[in-house]
């Protein structure tokens, strides 16, 4: 789950991480009215789920209210794209105003899960304000990782090691070791995927202070956390992505023209994959999970089916602790409720598969059945020719 970034700044703060005095805006004239209250000269900064804000002009430094009223109008409504939206990008609908600060270096640190591992691992860099991908690619020398221990936590120690690394010393070491142990704590509590900070600063001032942050919440810890789904900002995910929420269905849009409906998250990569192997685009990335109910299998199909990039639809489903004729019963419930003409190809195998093979055959739909996952991909990209 994602959160704009005054949302993680808020977060931050009340752990004890210095960040820029800030408000959010929902107006243009807000905007004049927070840039007054910042001394006239400010940072404006367009709210999107997406890095990569400032190449695309959502990060401006304004010098009088007004200029940052005129930002506003601009900016609201606008759709920003950058390398993390897709071609489509992302429409800004809140800005927030910051102070201007005067920065003489710039960090980039973040805590986030190494999967090789299974360790929370902390990463630095000295080459802050750039996109962590670019530096790894150019310099991997300049950045620093550390796995950390479950057991043992991130130790001061550790937190000196890479405070060090990055140059600093005396003072300014001593405040990014309590900086980084205090993100490690936002990390634990808060049950987070992903902490970045990026910049992390010293000011002209002598102070260390984050520019930047995201955070973004572990979807399977948000049951802790009442408070996580009032942070959402729906106007930021696809409207197609909030229903599939709504049922428990998991559910990423993409940009081809074959919608794929498939049980099992490792079963759906591979199904992707294929497809792409015979030359199909896929439109979607879409789990029904292993126990889905005929009723969640016709809502995950009507889903698919309001996507109007979608030309024709493959189904790849093993039937294990889900029956093959419930996935069949599904298909044809919700592909006669919407009258869908749609080519459709189903691939399944497991329990009751011949009695689902049936149930679609004397169907009337426009379907036919695949053998394997790679006859099924072959048939479903033939048919869309």
Known sequence: MNIHEYQAKEILATYGIPIPRGRVALTSDQVERA???????????????????GKAGGVKLVHHPEQAQELGKELFGKRLVTPQTGPEGLKVRRILVEEAVEIAREFYLSLTLDRESSRYCLIASAEGGMEIEEVAQKSPEKIHV???????G??????????LALGLTGSLCEDCVELILNLYKVMLDKDCALVEVNPLVVTKAGWLMAMDAKITFDDNAIYRHREYPDMVDYSQLDTLEINAGKYDLAYIKL????????????????TLDVL?????????????????????????????LQD????GIFVNIFGGIMRCDVIAQGIIEAASEVQCALPIVVRMDGSQVEEGKRLLAESGLNVQTGDTLGDGAEKIVGMLG
């Open 35 to 53: 840039a007054k209250m910042m001394g006239g000269r400010c940072v404006v900064k367009a709210q999107i789920y997406a890095g990569g804000r």
């Open 146 to 152: 550390l796995n950390i221990d479950p057991y043992m």
């Open 255 to 270: 940009h081809g023209s074959i919608g794929c409906m498939v049980n099992g998250a490792g079963l759906a990569m591979a």
């Open 276 to 304: 792409k192997e015979y030359g199909g685009e896929p439109a979607n990335f879409l789990d029904v999970g292993g126990g889905a109910t005929r009723e969640k299998v016709a809502e995950a199909f009507k889903i698919i």
């Open 154 to 163: 991130l130790r001061p120690y550790q937190a000196r090691k890479i405070a």
């Open 308 to 311: 109007p990039d979608v030309k």
